[in-house]
T-cell receptor
Framework: GESVGLHLPTLSVQEGDNSIINCAYS??????FIWYKQESGKGPQFIID?????DKRQGQRVTVLLNKTVKHLSLQIAATQPGDSAVYFC??????????FGAGTRLTVKP | NAGVTQTPKFQVLKTGQSMTLQCAQD?????MYWYRQDPGMGLRLIYY???????DKGEVPNGYNVSRLNKREFSLRLESAAPSQTSVYFC??????????????FGPGTRLLVL
């Protein structure tokens, strides 16, 4: 899951396994959410988004689940590959033009 | 398309010095943003520009100024750098401002060290 602090949560998975990365968001009025991937030394890269009128959205090898009751978001990566190793973080649309970002989870894929 | 570009990639400043971080996008996006990213923390919005000619404060604007020079370019200025401004700075842009869509495209970042 997400946390604010000096040390990011980490998730280590075996290549080929599925990964699940979790995020707790803060504002029950948020209506738009995005997952980003950030590789070392690079800027964040958009993965997938979901609006609050949906519970699930699928992309290529990725699925985002939204549980508004408990303000929880998850990112599922199928058949995780070494190239998936990165920091993943969620963002929520708090208000007009203001996205709030979580600190992220570091995913390490073992060959 | 280059997407979002930032200069410089890395900068070392002494306390009290000033500098301007440059950002440009070639996607014809309306909105542009400046964030800082500190170890173990999420991106924090410094300033944003919803459209050419407008700028607004974000979560952490103190010590910074911005200029939306034209639709393509959005610069961030530190007038008197402080060690607390040591961070990685990211510029981003999005096609549509507001709640319609907020998919933001990020530049590679500028690593700033203030001694």
């Amino acid at each position: 899951g997400e946390s604010v602090g000096l040390h990011l949560p980490t998730l280590s998975v075996q290549e080929g396994d599925n990964s699940i990365i979790n995020c707790a968001y803060s504002n029950s009025a948020s209506d738009y959410f995005i997952w980003y991937k950030q590789e070392s030394g690079k800027g964040p890269q958009f993965i997938i988004d979901i609006r609050s009128n949906m519970d699930k959205r699928q992309g290529q090898r990725v699925t985002v689940l939204l549980n508004k009751t408990v303000k929880h978001l998850s990112l599922q990566i199928a058949a995780t590959q070494p190239g998936d190793s990165a920091v993943y973080f969620c963002a929520e649309n708090i208000m007009y033009d203001d996205m709030r970002f979580g600190a992220g989870t570091r995913l390490t894929v073992k060959p | 398309n280059a997407g979002v570009t930032q200069t410089p990639k890395f900068q070392v400043l002494k306390t009290g010095q000033s500098m301007t971080l440059q950002c440009a996008q070639d996607m014809n996006h309306n909105s542009m943003y400046w964030y800082r990213q500190d170890p173990g923390m999420g991106l924090r919005l410094i300033y944003y520009s919803a459209s050419e000619g407008t700028t607004d404060k974000g979560e952490v604007p103190n010590g910074y100024n911005v200029s939306r020079l034209n639709k393509r370019e959005f610069s961030l200025r530190l007038e008197s750098a402080a060690p607390s401004q040591t961070s990685v700075y990211f510029c981003a842009s999005s096609e549509v401002s507001g709640r319609a869509t907020q998919t933001q495209y990020f530049g590679p970042g500028t690593r700033l060290l203030v001694l």
